[in-house]
Structure formats: C-alpha cells, structure tokens
C-alpha cells in the first residue's frame, strides 16, 4: 500500500449513485485524509446525506467504489464498518427508551465490553461533552434541552473511539446561541482527539469554522474542494451565492 | 330469589365458570401473542405479505363467533367439542389486533432512530429486540388490550361448544329466563373485560416511552410485581383446574353430555350420577348446541348423551316423520348400531312430544280430552304457537289439516311464553312440550292425540358401543332406568329446575334416593 493510500481514510472512485433510474451522485472523486474535517457544503438534495451514507455502507454505489482504509465497502462486513465510525445526525438520532448512559453506552455494549469499563467511559464521555455524569446519566433523552441532547449524540458516537466520525447536519435543529458554542468546543474536540471528520451542513459559517477543506456539493457534483480561505477566495457562482448570505446576516447583526 | 340470594347460593359454581373463563382467554391471548407478534414483524420485512395476510385476519374477525365454531367442529385435530376448539376459535379473533398493530407499531418508529440504531452497528435481530419491539411496545400492548376485551367476549360463546365460561350462565338465564343467571353470567363477563382492561392500560402505561423519567427506575420493578402477580392467578388457577377431581385419572371414565335444555341435562345428570355411584368417573360435557352431542358422541369425545327417537329419525337420519313409536324406535336403534356404532337405551319411559295444551278449567268444563273434542270450539279460539312449531315438517301445518282446525286468531309467539300466555287466558290453546314442568303448575290439561299425528319422541340415552365393552357399569345403568321415569315425574323434574330454580344436581340427588337407585 502507498504512502498516499496510507494517509487516505476514505476514498471515493468514481462514484455513481442512483435510485429509481434518478442520479443522484454522478462520477464523484474524494479524499478524506485522516486527522482532518471534511466539510460537504450544499443545499437541500444536492447528494451531501447519500455521499455520507455511502461511507459506513448505508447506501452502496451503484457504480465506482468507496474504500475504507483502504479496502471497499463492499468487501467491509457492514456490522464491523459501521462500528468503527461514529454516527451523528439532527437532534443525535437518541433511543427515546434508553438512559442517557445507555444510549452513550450502546456500541461498546455491542462490543462486549463489560460493565464496568462501560461506565467508566459513559462518565468520561459525558464529562468530554460538558455534561455532569451525575445530573445526566439516569435520565432520558426527553428530559433534555436539543443542545443536551446534541451533546449526548456526540459522546455517543466517541463511545468506542472510533477513527472516523461521520455527522449529518449535527447542529442544525439548535438556537444560534447553543449552535455556536457547540461547533467551538467541536471543533476542539476534534483536534485533541485528533479524530477524522466528515460532516455534512447547509450552513456556510459552519463550514467555514469547522472545516480544514470544504467540499461544494451542488446537483450530485462536487465542483470544489478546497480550504476555507481558498473558499473566500473563490468566484464560482455557488460559492459567492453562499458569501453574500453570509455578508447579509453580517448586516443584520 | 333476590339476586344476592343466589349469589350466595351459587357462587361456588360463578367463580367456577370465572376460573374457565380467566383461563381461556388468558392462554388463547397468550398463543395470539406467541403467533402475532412475529407474524407482524415478519410482515413489515416483507411488505408483499402484508396485504394477504392483513386481509385474511381481517376475514378470520368478520365471521360470526357461533359460525366459526360450527366450521371447526367438523375438523379433525384442532376442531372437536370442548377447550381446544374454543381456544382455537378464540386465538384467530384475537390475531387481527394483535398482528395489525405490530406492524402499526414497528412501522411507527421514528425512521431516524432505526437509521441511528443501523449506522451503530447493530444487527438486523439488534435493532429488532433493542429498538424496534421496545418503541413499538406501546401500541403491541394496545393491540393485546383489543384482542383481549374481545376475547372476554367472544368467550361467553364458548359455552356453546362445552368449554364452559360464564357463557353457561347467560345461554342458560336465557333459556330458562331467568334473570339472575343472566345477570350473573353478564355482569361478571364485563366485570371480567373492564378489569382485563384496566391492567392492560396500566401495562401500556409502563411501557409508554413518552411517560419515561428518571425517577422510573422501579418501573422493571413494578413490571416484575405485575407479571409475578399474574402468573400466580392464572398459575393458581390452572392448578386448581387440574386438581378438579372429576379430571383425575380414575379406572373407568366416561364422558356424559346432553343437548342445551333443562330435561337433557336432567338425563344427563341422572346417568352421571348412576354412574359416579358405580365407581366410574364422569366428566359432564352438558348444554351443547345443535347437533353438537351428535358429532361429538360420533367422533368419540362422548360417551353417552339422552336423545329422543323422533329427532334422531327425522334430524340426524333424515327420514320422513311416522307415528308408530315401536317403528321409529327399531328403526333408529338398526340404523345407529351399524352407521354409528352407538347403541340405543331402552325408552325411558316418556315422551317429550308437542303438547296441544288447554286451561284445566276449561277442559273439565266442556268435558274436552281429545284434541277431536277440542276441534268443535277453536273457531271461537285464539291458538299461540312457538316459531319452531309454526314452521317444522311435524309442526302446524300438518296438524292443522289432520284435525280440520280454524282458528279465530294463530298468533306466533316464543314457546316458553306460551304456558303464562294461555293461563292467564291471553291465548286459548297452545302447544307446548308433554314434560313442561308448568303444565301441572300452572293447571294446564293435554288434550289426547287422537289422531296420532305427532310422531313419537320417545327418551332414550344414546351410549358408544365401545364404551358399553369398556364400561360394564353402562350396562347396568341403562337397564335400571328403563322404563324407570313416567311423565309425571319428568314435568316435576323439569319444575323444580326451572320453576324453583333449584341446582339440578341437588334434584337428581334426590330423586335417584327416592327411587332407590
């Protein structure tokens, strides 16, 4: 395997995706490199959800292929796939019948762990998200505010420490007040856990805090994949369209 | 009797019929569980089953309780007479709302969080048992309610097939109108549904995710308590089922049925305590419907069971109705020793036949004995006659002709009214059955059949030749009681059931020490 390979967590080849004779990914090519966080920007249907859901095999391609270091979806077991990347998506995706505890707790419970090593890190993750074990970890998803809630989808998705996190519109459903303090302690999290990232969003300033590289999404392609200042910089039509929201909300404030 | 009267007289027999009643919908709903819930949760994997399957669970709850019992007597295996065929009619009532609202339920959880428990890495089983049934739980719970409080009810019918229940209470106040068998059977049927209901709700409640907080840590708790309770009560109650001692293995046992009338389950009554005198163990399948002592004696869950000679050869052997008793009885006793294998008794001893029945009064009045006699004065008469006799081969038309009868008004009415109705001189001249015990009470007179135009409907018990060789104590029994019962002495037997109300064991009793058998 190359050097190139090696530093590649996920690539795509070439990938087609369609349902029901409709293309919705067409002829994509990517690379997520580990340690960063890949932002895919782009408005509602634009094929950003289908591209993270080709990444732990919810979806499969129908043409070209996704690997996972370094070896193909296909050819992963999609139980295991999924195991090793964590899933976050709008309002965390909790188990309503579940503690809080039990829901952090859930994919080491599937790895076996034992109890005891899964409390410990159900407390350690809740700590990590700034939330108190004690106040939290009995209690259910429904006795919590969204951004609670958010906090908890996280810790979920570190619980088995995985590689590779994977979060679809995480922040989406919360108040700008929580949602921005929420992507900057992401975004530290991130870099101390030295995690790798792809998150999907509509949210031009969230891309733009969050993201080492941004990947414009638009019509199943990704014309762009850049750096934020590159992004700022660049004058495809999308991209200034996306710019002059940004400078509109800058007026309002 | 006030109805706390006989509740305190009967309520042995009541808690009885409770138990049978607990009992079969508690297994019946437990099987539909057992069966339903995969069978939902099959169905929203594959989706092209779903309608066939719906559909026919949907058809299962439309046919008539009564009628799809019927079809399942016939049936080997699951249909015969008795709790199997019960449970199995009230497990396919049960299923709709049990399978509906499983896949209802499953199909009702939040797209996302089943998205969440795929991307975790859960397995298909994983999601399953851990996401899909507890979030669904709420509404499978619902579903077991319906399927529940339907079966309370569709098991007051079950009586109709000798499973007991309170059904034996409501079919027999209905017969008899007697209110507080009625009453009995009615009140704690419901009693039985809302209670039923109300636990159901409170299960439901438990598992109402919507509902969680922290504080319901004791809710496995508290589930635990509920599930200990309840197997305890059903547990307890199958337990005291088995320990009935008429169950318990004995050398001989023999099981004695009768039709869903007073005078057969008199019959029956006497033969099984003949028998039980005799050492032999009786298991009593009473108060079956329709042809039911029939297929049941025939496929061999029966023994034995009364019959009267006109109804075998016209009902079961399906000849033309004639009038020489000697004839009828010969006729019918050839034909079930070689169709059947079932041997005849020897007559008992009367007929239970139509009875063209007028005031006592009147009768001595205008010195009236036969109904030739009576032919003169019913032009002036108003004549009520039951539905059955209005439109049966033997019934009005026949009789009307043979004798050149008019009458100034025929009015149809239910045959049980019709004693009061002519006494209390609503009506002139009625037909009732020879062994009414109000006949005597009431001061009602039979006018002679003259003509002979009823065909003879002569008492006899009808017993498996098997049983005979198995049972030499059925020999016995059968030669005793020949001839044994006049009737005079049967219309008594019949008042003391249906006109006192007395417990028809308790009359048995003493009549079978009066006549020293």
């Not at chain 1, 270091?69 to 090793?84: H, Q, Y």
């Not at chain 2, 009045?365 to 004549?383: C, E, G, H, V």
């Not at chain 2, 135009?453 to 005979?468: H, I």
Request: charged share 20%.
């Amino acid at each position: 395997m190359t050097d190139v390979a090696d530093k590649a967590l996920v690539e795509f080849h070439n990938v087609n995706f369609s349902l029901s004779g409709t293309n919705i990914i067409t002829d994509l090519n990517l690379t997520v490199e580990r340690g960063e966080t890949l932002v895919l920007l782009g408005e509602s249907g634009c094929g950003k959800t289908t591209t993270l859901k080709m990444v732990n095999r919810l979806f499969e391609p129908s043409a070209g292929e996704v690997r996972v270091e370094g070896k193909t979806t296909i050819a992963w077991d999609p139980i295991a796939l999924r195991r090793r990347i964590g899933y976050v998506i709008q309002e965390g995706g909790l188990f309503p019948h579940f503690t809080i505890a039990r829901n952090v707790g859930l994919v080491p419970a599937l790895a076996g762990w034992s109890q005891k090593r899964i409390d410990d890190r159900v407390r350690e993750l809740l700590s990590l998200v700034g939330l108190d074990p004690k106040r939290f970890a009995d209690r259910y998803p429904r006795e919590l505010s969204g951004g609670q809630r958010q906090r908890v989808g996280v810790a979920r998705a570190l619980a088995a420490d995985p590689p590779l996190l994977l979060l679809d519109e995480p922040f989406g459903a919360l108040d700008p007040l929580t949602r921005a303090s929420l992507q900057r302690e992401f975004a530290d999290l991130t870099t101390r856990l030295s995690k790798t990232a792809i998150l999907v969003t509509h949210d031009v300033r969230e891309a733009l805090i969050l993201a080492r590289r941004i990947g414009l999404m638009h019509k199943g392609r990704l014309p762009l994949l850049v750096t934020p200042e590159e992004f700022l910089a660049s004058d495809h039509p999308q991209v200034r369209a996306y710019i002059e929201t940004l400078e509109l909300k800058g007026a309002d404030h | 009797m006030s109805f706390w009267q006989f509740l305190q007289l009967n309520w042995s027999e009541l808690l009885l019929l409770v138990r049978q009643h607990v009992v079969l919908v508690f297994i019946s709903i437990l099987i539909a569980v057992v069966i339903g819930v995969p069978t939902g949760v099959l169905l929203t994997r594959y989706r092209a089953l779903r309608g066939p399957v719906l559909g026919l669970a949907n058809v299962m709850q439309t046919i008539p309780s009564l009628a799809l019992f019927g079809f399942l007597i016939p049936l080997p295996f699951i249909g015969g007479i008795g709790t199997r065929t019960a449970l199995v009619a009230l497990v396919l009532y049960s299923l709709l709302p049990i399978i509906r609202n499983t896949v209802t339920g499953i199909l009702g959880v939040d797209p996302n969080v089943r998205e969440a428990a795929v991307a975790m890495g859960m397995t298909s089983s994983q999601v399953l048992r851990q996401v899909e049934l507890p979030l669904a739980m709420g509404v499978i719970v619902t579903g077991i309610r319906v399927a529940t409080v339907i079966a309370v009810g569709v098991t007051t019918i079950a009586a109709a097939v000798g499973a007991g229940g309170l059904g034996v209470y409501i079919f027999r106040g209905l017969r008899q109108y007697d209110n507080n068998l009625l009453l009995a059977g009615a009140l704690s049927a419901a009693a039985l549904a809302l209670a039923a209901d109300f636990f159901l709700g409170w299960l439901q409640l438990q598992f109402s995710f919507e509902t969680k907080r922290s504080d319901s840590r004791s809710t496995v708790l508290k589930l635990a308590l509920a599930a200990g309770v309840l197997i305890l009560v059903v547990g307890g109650l199958i337990f005291l089922r088995d320990r009935d001692p008429s169950k318990s293995g004995g050398q001989a046992r023999v099981s004695v049925g009768s039709k869903d009338f007073t005078e057969s389950a008199l019959l029956a009554e006497i033969a099984a305590q003949m028998l039980e005198a005799r050492g032999v163990s009786v298991e009593r399948r009473f108060e079956l419907g329709g042809n039911l002592p029939h297929e049941a004696m025939v496929s061999g869950t029966l023994d034995l069971y009364p019959e009267y000679t006109g109804t075998s050869y016209t009902a079961i052997l399906h000849h033309t109705p004639i009038s020489d008793p000697r004839a009828v009885y010969d006729q019918v006793k050839q034909e079930y020793a070689t169709r059947f294998n079932v041997e005849v008794s020897p007559p008992l001893g009367f007929e239970n036949t139509f009875a063209i029945l007028v005031r006592g009064e009147e009768a001595r009045r205008l010195n009236l004995k036969t109904i030739s006699d009576a032919a003169r004065q019913t032009p002036r008469w108003r004549a009520g006659f039951g539905q059955d006799f209005m439109s049966r081969a033997d019934g009005y038309p026949g009789f009307s002709k043979t004798y050149g009868l008019r009458f100034a008004e025929v009015r149809e009415m239910d045959l049980s009214l019709t004693y009061i109705a002519l006494s209390s001189r609503q009506v002139d001249l009625v037909a009732g059955n020879s062994t009414e015990g109000r006949i005597a009470t009431l001061d009602l007179f039979q006018l002679a059949d003259d003509r002979r135009y009823f065909p003879p409907y002569e008492a006899v018990y009808l017993v498996r030749q098997d049983s005979l060789t198995r049972v030499p104590a059925l020999h016995e029994v059968m030669a005793k009681l020949a001839n044994g019962i006049s009737t005079d002495e049967m219309r008594r037997l019949n008042y003391e059931i249906d006109g006192n109300k007395r417990d028809p064991k308790e009359v048995v009793k003493e009549w079978l020490a009066k006549r020293g058998f």
